[in-house]
């Protein structure tokens, strides 16, 4: 986090002129840290529901 807090602080207040390229390595970066971040229930498929509730009928 504090890589991107790094360059969104040196463009900010020292005016540094930053690429695409850069910005999207920014944008992938925090797009992980938030990521990783999220409890897991968000990214059920509904794998785990069919398995707790067994086979149908």
């Known amino acids: 986090m504090e890589a991107v807090v790094g360059v969104f602080a040196g463009w900010l207040i020292l005016s540094e002129k930053l690429t695409e390229r850069e910005l999207g390595g920014c944008l992938l970066m925090f797009c992980g840290m938030v990521l990783s971040q999220l409890p ?18």
């Not at 990214?43 to 086979?55: C, I, Q, S, Y």
């Open 40 to 57: 897991i229930r968000y990214f059920r498929l509904g794998l785990t529901r069919r398995a707790n509730n067994g086979p149908p009928g």
